[in-house]
């Protein structure tokens, strides 16, 4: 099976500017969570999907934002840009069958934002 | 909230045994992941504890202790490929997985 893709890998942007990014999780799973990895805080979760809504939702501000579509796949969308949102940004699928997270993650290759 | 505690960096040497720790407070959770992540690449899933006790997988083995709210990864006979970074999470019911800050190995020869 193919793994979790993520496009595109790099970014630069600048302030103020927004972004979107894509995620495209593996074959089967309908569960689509992103996180946010900077060397000062590491790995955040920043929200879930599944079936096209969104289950869970970590503590960032209402500038980062997502989707799912019917086919799982998940966007994730950053306004107004801050020279603080640059980092990784990885999504990471699982099954999505239990309640919340016991299945297991299987993360993307991030995409690496940069902030100007 | 979650604090979860990792030492920042380690080192040991090829061949050796290396035990990473992971300290955690918080009120429940459904169990515990290990993951390891090199530089510049994504987390892969090593382990997951939910009952108190070793889970042995080939050279890695972890172990959950939830009365004393301690995990640890065990790395057995390393080999250079194993330098990498070693993140400790929590999986809570009804919210995300909650990471430690990781565990930067460095394996040496």
């Known amino acids: 099976k193919a793994g979790v893709t993520q496009t595109p890998r790099y970014l630069i942007k600048t302030r103020g500017q927004q972004v979107t990014l894509s995620c495209s999780p593996i074959?089967?799973?309908?569960?689509v969570s992103w996180y946010q990895q900077t060397p000062g805080q590491g790995l955040q979760f920043l929200f879930e999907?599944?079936?096209?809504?969104?289950?869970n939702k970590g503590n960032f501000p209402g500038r980062f934002s997502g989707r799912q579509f019917s086919n799982s796949r998940s966007e994730m969308n950053v306004s107004t840009l801050e020279l603080g949102d640059s980092a990784l940004y990885l999504c990471?699928?699982?099954?999505?069958?239990?309640?919340?997270?016991?299945?297991?993650?299987?993360f993307g290759p991030g995409t690496r934002l940069t902030v100007l | 909230g979650q604090n979860i505690d990792q030492p920042t960096e380690m080192t040991a040497t090829e061949g050796a045994i290396v035990q990473i720790n992971c300290t955690y407070q918080t009120s429940g959770f459904n169990g515990l992941f290990w993951y390891q992540q090199h530089a510049g690449e994504a987390p892969t899933f090593l382990s997951y504890?939910?009952?108190?006790g070793l889970e042995e997988k080939g050279r890695f083995s972890s172990f959950l202790s939830r009365s004393k709210g301690y995990s640890y990864l065990l790395l057995k006979e390393l080999q250079m490929k194993d330098s990498a970074s070693y993140l400790c999470a929590l999986n809570q019911a009804g919210t995300a997985l909650i990471f430690g800050k990781g565990t930067t190995l460095s394996v040496s020869s």
């Open positions: 074959s089967g799973h309908r569960s």
């Open positions: 999907y599944f079936s096209e809504t969104q289950r």
């Open positions: 990471a699928s699982s099954p999505g069958g239990g309640q919340g997270f016991t299945d297991t993650q299987y």
């Open positions: 504890n939910v009952l108190d």
